[in-house]
């Protein structure tokens, strides 16, 4: 009987979390605040085209915002065994499937990408993650797909 070989590698990897929602709604507040200093200022020295595009600047915050909140989300899962490489994407849920066999893991310097290449190929691994984490990653990377070729 073929038992589930031994995972050599899993992680999971998501990008740093942003301000807590509570921190953005009161960075958003202080900046609307503020903001409607100057449109009332302005306004009053007769300058009141420009309040519109104050308002304009606290509703792209706020869209940042909720931007950077939605991209938090993002999460890969990597999972090595003996037999496979597996890599879990969601929310879109992705699902890439490769033999360790073939992989190739190149970390590039000039921008510090972390590719994987097999069979011609290439999945962009971790993109959001800081250069140094991406380093680490593409490190233990090769040593467990190492492990998995010595096991063959």
Not at 102 to 115: A, Q
Request: aromatic share 6%; glycine share 6%; no cysteine.
């Amino acid at each position: 009987m073929d038992e589930e070989p031994d995972v050599l590698l899993e992680r999971v990897l998501r990008p740093s979390p942003p301000l807590a929602p509570r921190a953005l709604l009161i960075v958003l507040g202080l900046v609307a605040a503020v903001n409607l200093g100057f449109a009332a200022t302005l306004a009053l020295q007769g300058a009141w085209p420009v309040a519109p595009f104050l308002g304009a600047d606290v509703a792209l915050l706020a869209w940042a915002f909720r931007a950077s909140q939605i991209a938090a989300r993002r999460e890969e899962h990597v999972m090595l065994t003996r037999s496979r490489l597996d890599i879990a994407r969601r929310p879109g849920t992705s699902h890439i499937v490769l033999n360790p066999y073939w992989v190739r893991v190149e970390l590039r310097e000039p921008d510090n990408r972390l590719t994987l290449w097999s069979h011609g190929k290439a999945v962009l691994l971790g993109a959001f993650l800081p250069p140094a984490e991406r380093a680490g990653l593409a490190e233990a990377l090769r040593a467990a797909l190492w492990a998995a070729r010595q096991r063959r």
